[in-house]
């Protein structure tokens, strides 16, 4: 078993920590300990902690308990292993390294002991929260861009604030203890893949804490700050074959092995109120504006991704390597890059965006990560707002064509119906859709999926033309199949 213990006995292809463990303190917070982050910014503060004057900058991770009894399990196993746990990093070519990550000190399942949570909010060692909560997780009102007081979560944590379930609810209540004792704020980080994240977790908690304390409020405004962030890897789950393949071919025992690809990238605006680790020193890119950085990744990456992912499972495909070894696929996807896409887009300077292009098809090809159109799709309803939107909104309003558009939408919709075209179920994972909403993807009116929030982003628009081409385009995928209905 991978623990403190058994840290001297490491097979000798895999890498050490190269710092003592216990000489690591507790300087973030870190909310949604999961495999992204893991493989991502603990990978990140796991180098920091073996340059010189870093020790205190390890992470307290936090499960908020949505995982039920898997969310135990992993709290269990996390103790057991003195929360370290093994990353594989794999190129394109399936070239591979394992490494120790040490850099989670202690990990906390916040249900089962709130206050522990909140004490280690409170306490002055902490100086950075982050958070990978996902894209949906702000609870913002999409049209108003306001933050969501009337859902029952917040709700009960407005009325009994000492005893939060939300990160909103913790974060606040942390932040006003540190208040009351003078221990200063800590800078809010969101690491979830949102335009504007930064301004996004700001609108998110100063909302929360306008409901509570208007002095509270303005205090979190003046002090704390919520830098924004462009974070990039492609990190697949890990299911029980993964992880015995994982652990037979790193020679470890390790109950929490995370697999990503070998690329990763960091963009951050330098604004921490409170210190922050050596990231420049690691690899972490600091730059005035994250904005264009946001643009390219979204809508580029991610927003291909649910693209070739809601065609590729429609045409039988499970992973996202099968989509670009599918040359229909291939000319989906680098058609709605090039004609849709980077022509919206501002570039930051020195950013070039064909050899972005070129360089995702070789990230996405990486057939080791066996990364899982499933995954890739899983809450598009929230994906689809975050990485669309902007794409969708320049095209409407410019009169530019929407074929790729409406075929993406439509390719979504019918991808939602759960069997792809030669009759295999699979189980789409939408969490933040009802069954009623569900059912719309099946009712004979194909215009009626077009409710869906999915699109609220833009509601406000004429969409008229654009309605009827997702409907055409749905009727053609029924109709003659996938590939023959592909926009040019
Ligand atoms: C994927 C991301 O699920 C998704 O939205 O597009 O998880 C993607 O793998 C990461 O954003 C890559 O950085």
């Known amino acids: ?20 463990r216990e000489e690591v303190g507790r300087g973030i917070v870190h909310f949604g300990v999961g495999n992204f982050f893991r493989a991502h910014e603990a990978w990140y503060v796991n180098r920091c902690l073996a340059l010189p004057g870093q020790a205190q900058w390890g992470i307290v991770g ?15 196993a996390f103790t057991q292993q003195d929360c370290l ?17 040490g850099a989670l000190r202690e990990y906390l399942l916040a249900p089962a002991d709130p206050e522990a949570v909140l004490a280690r909010l409170a306490d002055p060692q902490t100086r950075i929260v982050s958070m990978t909560i996902t894209e949906g997780g702000y609870n913002i009102n999409e049209e108003t861009g306001q933050f969501r007081l009337d859902t029952p979560a917040v709700q009960a944590d407005l009325k009994d604030p000492g005893r939060p379930t939300t990160v909103f609810g913790y974060v606040v209540e942390g932040l006003r203890r540190r208040r009351a004792a003078g221990a200063g704020p800590f800078t809010v980080l969101s690491c979830d893949n949102l335009r504007s994240n930064g301004h996004v977790a700001h609108e998110a908690f ?11 409020a303005e205090w979190i405004d003046a002090n704390v700050t919520f830098p ?38 960091w963009v951050l605006e330098d604004r921490f109120c409170n210190g922050r680790p050596a990231l420049d020193r690691v690899g972490v890119e600091f730059v005035d504006d994250v904005a264009g950085y946001e643009q390219v990744k979204v809508r580029m990456l991610n927003a291909a991704h649910v693209l070739l992912g809601s065609t590729g499972l429609l ?28 022509p919206q887009i501002d570039a930051p300077a020195g950013v070039d965006l064909d050899a972005y292009r070129r360089r995702l098809l070789s990230r996405f090809s990486n057939r080791a990560v066996a990364d899982t159109l499933l995954r890739i799709c899983s809450d598009g309803a929230s994906k689809v707002r975050v990485f669309w939107t902007d794409t969708v909104r320049r095209s409407l309003d410019s009169g530019h064509d929407l074929d790729r558009i409406a075929f993406g939408i439509a390719a ?22 009802d069954a009623d909403q569900m059912a719309l993807v099946n009712d004979a009116d194909l215009a009626a999926g077009l409710s869906l929030p999915a699109f609220d982003g833009w509601r406000d628009m004429d969409t008229t033309t654009l309605d009827a081409a997702v409907v055409a385009a749905r009727r053609a995928i029924r109709d003659h199949g996938v590939r023959a209905s592909l926009p040019a």
């Open 228 to 265: 924004c962030s462009m974070v990039d890897r492609i990190t697949p789950g890990v299911d029980t074959a993964t992880r015995n393949a994982l652990n037979a071919a790193s020679g470890l025992d390790d109950d929490l092995p995370v697999l990503a690809e070998n690329f990763s990238q």
């Open 412 to 433: 979504y919709l019918e991808m939602l119906r759960g069997q792809d075209e030669k009759g295999q179920t699979y189980a789409p994972i939408e969490p933040t859709l």
């Open 315 to 342: 045409l039988g495909h499970r992973y996202a390597h099968e989509t670009v070894e599918d040359a229909d696929l291939v000319r989906l996807a680098n058609a709605y890059w090039t004609k849709d896409a980077m």
């Open 1 to 20: 078993m991978l623990n403190e213990k058994t840290l001297n006995h490491l097979p000798a292809s895999v890498q050490p920590l190269r710092y003592r």
């Open 206 to 216: 100063v909302g929360y804490a306008r409901a509570l304390d208007a002095d509270l």
């Open 62 to 76: 936090v499960g908020l308990g949505g995982g039920g009894a898997r969310g135990e399990a992993k709290a269990r």
């Open 85 to 101: 746990y093994s990353l594989t990093e794999v190129a394109a070519d399936g070239a591979r390294t394992v490494s120790i990550i």
